[in-house]
């Protein structure tokens, strides 16, 4: 694969973007090498300048479950397009993807659509300290929220390959109101909630975690947290961020049938385009603004291109009855594919898998938690990661994170994918 372009490209923005990316873990840092800049995307492909065509498994770290440039998410923008970008008025289209996403979500009346990930869970746990008026929270080392201060303490993705799990610039004052659990482990729960009794607003997690590879909570994980939280007023937030309408219409609510306080959004109810959300039922919801006193705003949130590909987006999910076996199905093929390969060639790994979430760990043991996904053998992986790309397969550029199956996968691709494996696990 020739990449002369990017490199150009990435040197050029290296001069007037820190990093050359506006967001860390589209540099490569985590794996080396030169960042692919990308020129289009159609279905299951991705182009770069260079002229290279990729089987995209990153799809935009989530969005793209139906492909790239899906035609309803396109007609709907550009047609929304025509008719003004922005207001900073209500709009009647805001309502119809408020009742469409309400009506999908178990356990929500209303919803509050913001402008990314990270503005939903940041205004989701203001919401809590709100309505609980207590102020620690509750995260787990090697969950991602996004970037907001509260967050960056152990965090998964970026932050964690970039050695920067609790960054500079979060303050001691801020940095105490978050206490740090491990992941699928109750017990070491109960002991923060005995030792800050009556002090914790919330309990954030990604219900499954996709920031330290792809984890599934173990049987009775999220049952426990929730009683848990009933038994100490704490508020339970699903960051659904990545999972939400992707591994069920309703998420991992439904697929686990586990009632979350707050749930947050983002990715794919933004169809591509900058959205993030978060929705509970009335009683907590009513402290928001204007309704309440928690105070929490934004210019473009709702905004009409965007509402008009989440609402394009949403429509065809809920419409598409057959959508999440497919998806079940084709990640199935693709994890037996890869373990045969991997298995054919002597290596050592763990594949974990939950729906269209799917993550390879070069490590012996099984993988439930950020210590565990932290024990593969990155130079394994690193090697895996560029033989991948120099096959035409885009994974993700680090350990820590997830692929992402869509719609768009044909099994000739899911093939030309496993080939990949099996080629390059000869060399690992
Ligand atoms: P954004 O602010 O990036 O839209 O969302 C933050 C966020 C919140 N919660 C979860 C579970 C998330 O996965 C994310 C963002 N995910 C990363 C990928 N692991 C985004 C990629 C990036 O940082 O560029």
Redesign the pocket.
């Known amino acids: 694969m020739l990449y002369k372009r990017s490199s150009e490209l990435f040197r050029e923005a290296q001069n007037v973007i820190p990093g050359g990316v506006n967001?860390?873990?589209?540099a490569f840092n985590a794996v080396g090498g030169t960042p692919i800049f990308a020129k289009s995307a159609k279905g299951a492909y991705v182009y770069d300048e260079d002229g290279n065509r990729f089987i995209d498994y990153i799809n935009s770290?989530?969005p793209m479950l139906l492909g790239h440039a899906f035609p309803p998410v396109v007609d709907a923008v550009i047609e929304r397009t025509k008719q003004g970008t922005s207001f900073g008025m209500p709009t009647a289209l805001e309502t119809e993807i408020a009742k469409l996403a309400v009506s999908m979500v178990p356990n929500v009346d209303k919803i509050r659509f913001v402008n990314?990930?990270?503005?939903?869970?940041m205004s989701a746990v203001r919401l809590a300290r709100g309505f609980t008026k207590k102020d620690k929270i509750i995260k787990f080392a090697g969950?991602?929220?996004?970037?907001s201060d509260s967050f960056l303490i152990a965090a998964?993705?970026?932050a964690v390959t970039f050695g920067t799990p609790n960054s500079p610039g979060v303050t001691q004052g801020t940095a105490k109101d978050t206490l740090l659990a491990t992941y699928n482990d109750l017990e070491n729960v109960k002991e923060l909630v005995g030792a800050n009794k009556n002090q914790i607003a919330a309990i954030i997690i990604?219900p499954v975690?996709?920031?330290m590879g792809c984890i599934p909570p173990k049987e009775g994980f999220l049952e426990g947290l929730r009683t848990i939280c009933d038994a100490n007023d704490i508020l339970l937030i699903f960051?659904?961020?990545?999972?939400g309408f992707r591994l069920a219409n309703g998420g991992v609510q439904e697929l686990k049938n586990v009632d979350a306080d707050i749930v947050?959004f983002?990715?794919v109810v933004g169809g591509g385009l900058?959205v993030?959300a978060f929705a509970a039922r009335n009683e907590i919801m009513s402290h928001l603004a204007p309704e309440g006193p928690v105070y929490q705003a934004g210019t473009l949130s709702g905004n009409p291109l965007a509402m008009a590909a989440g609402l394009a987006m949403l429509k065809s999910i809920k419409t598409d009855k057959g959508l999440m076996n497919r998806l079940d199905e084709k990640t199935k093929y693709l994890h037996n594919g890869i373990a045969d390969a991997l298995d054919r060639n002597g290596v050592v790994y763990t594949i974990n898998r939950i729906g269209s979430m799917i993550s390879v760990h070069f490590a012996k043991d099984e993988v439930v938690d950020f210590e565990s996904a932290a024990k593969g053998n990155n130079e394994t992986f690193k090697k895996f990661f560029h033989g991948m790309l120099e096959k035409g397969i885009y994974i993700?550029p680090s350990a820590?994170?997830?692929w992402f199956v869509t719609d768009a996968l044909t099994y000739e691709d899911l093939n030309e994918t496993i080939a990949a494996v099996d080629e390059i696990a000869k060399e690992l």
């Open positions: 967001s860390p873990v589209r770290w989530g990314s990930g990270t503005e939903a869970c969950c991602y929220h996004g970037h998964g993705s970026g990604e975690a996709g920031n960051d659904e961020v990545m999972t947050c983002g990715k900058p993030g993700a820590f994170e997830t």
